[in-house]
């Protein structure tokens, strides 16, 4: 099966990560479902939209249950857009010669937020934040993928987060509404666990294939767009093969 947007070593990378691993533990949450606040971070949905997602797929996945030594654990973040919305209203109060708060600098947003789950959840091993578009998916899986197979974590947290802003609108209007077409963006939060698959046939662990993950967050078309968050419009996401 051909991923859509790939290259042809790309789709090897894929198809070797769809041959040694598996996701488990799944949460999607759309931007606009209500979550809990969370101290410290203000104004923006994204960092309560990845707190409660990353909470949500490792209770499902109950993979802190299997005694993984916290050097094991790692998590990486994906995002197209980062955090926006707190970019957006920094450079309003900037612009109104108001005093911006510290916890508003969107630069350290993404690292503040994967330190925080990672105090959390003990992840003491490797963590990362990478920004990408097209290929956004592909590159957080196959970070996962790597730390994995060089064993420097036995399960790995992987988290995209896209929230609805400006930036986010403007980007639609420059490189996909070329055919008139009316693409509205929505966002949300995607959590999911990767694990190596005999350790989660080991676990009992039902999970879903890389390709399957893969396919339904890269649809070749699509009515609303949502950032790295993916496609949150398609049921088969809650399939497990």
């Not at 809990?36 to 203000?42: C, L, M, Q, S, T």
């Not at 030594?69 to 957006?88: H, K, N, W, Y």
């Not at 209203?89 to 789950?117: C, D, H, N, W």
């Not at 003990?122 to 197979?149: F, K, N």
Request: charged letters at 15%; hydrophobic letters at 40%.
């Amino acid at each position: 099966m051909t991923a859509f947007g790939l290259n042809e070593r790309q789709q090897g990378d894929l198809a070797w990560m769809d041959r040694e691993f598996v996701l488990t533990g799944c949460s999607f949450v759309s931007a606009d479902t209500e979550v809990p606040a969370i101290r410290g971070f203000v104004r923006s949905p994204f960092n309560p939209l990845i707190h409660y997602s990353v909470m949500n797929a490792v209770k499902a996945s109950d993979v802190l249950g299997c005694d993984v030594p916290t050097t094991q654990r790692g998590i990486v973040l994906g995002s197209q857009f980062v955090d926006a919305v707190t970019d957006e209203v920094t450079s309003t109060e900037l612009l109104l010669k108001q005093r911006v708060s510290p916890i508003m600098f969107p630069q350290s947003v993404p690292s503040a937020i994967i330190g925080y789950v990672a105090k959390e959840l003990e992840i003491h091993g490797p963590m990362s934040c990478i920004g990408a578009t097209r290929l956004g998916t592909y590159s957080v899986l196959l970070q996962a993928a790597d730390w994995l197979e060089e064993q420097s974590a036995a399960f790995v947290v992987v988290v995209l987060c896209d929230v609805p802003s400006r930036k986010a609108e403007q980007w639609i209007l420059d490189h996909m509404d070329t055919h008139g077409r009316n693409i509205a963006f929505g966002g949300g939060s995607v959590c999911v666990i990767m694990e190596k698959q005999e350790t989660a046939i080991r676990r009992n662990q039902p999970g879903m294939s890389i390709q399957s993950f893969y396919d339904v967050m890269n649809p070749s078309s699509q009515s609303s767009f949502h950032g790295m968050a993916g496609g949150f419009e398609s049921e088969a996401i809650y399939a497990h093969p």
